[in-house]
């Protein structure tokens, strides 16, 4: 029923920029604060940041801050992730879900992601 279509990934330089969308559907969108997680080859899928329902608050990792900004379109069931100053360390699939899903330990909904591969 939960669909989440993630796009925009890719390969940039690093010091390059990308925009990954998120579309969703089969739920309601504007009930839930949302995140974008990544996880790169190796390692746990970790969350990178997170907006409130309405968009009024975010939040960051350690590791991406100043550099990415979420974003939300409530009339579009659309999340954003903004993407400046690429590293290689930020080379991983990039999904986006709800945030604080230790909450319903019965979930387990994701889409495919979106790959992004930061190198020379």
């Known amino acids: 029923q939960v669909q989440l279509v993630e796009s925009g990934g890719g390969l940039v330089q690093p010091g390059g920029s990308l925009r990954l969308s998120c579309v969703t559907s089969?739920?309601?969108?504007?009930?839930?604060?949302m995140a974008w997680y990544r996880q790169a080859p190796g390692k746990e899928r970790e969350l990178v940041a997170s907006?409130?329902?309405?968009?009024?608050?975010?939040k960051y990792a350690s590791s991406v801050r100043g550099r990415f900004t979420i974003s939300r379109d409530n009339g579009k069931n659309a999340l954003y992730l903004q993407m400046n100053s690429l590293k290689p360390e930020d080379t991983a699939v990039y999904f986006c879900?709800?945030?604080?899903?230790?909450?319903?330990?019965?979930?387990?909904?994701w889409g495919q992601g979106t790959q992004v591969t930061v190198s020379s």
């Open positions: 907006i409130t329902k309405v968009g009024s608050s975010t």
């Open positions: 879900n709800a945030d604080h899903l230790s909450s319903w330990p019965d979930y387990n909904s």
């Open positions: 089969g739920f309601i969108f504007s009930s839930y604060d």
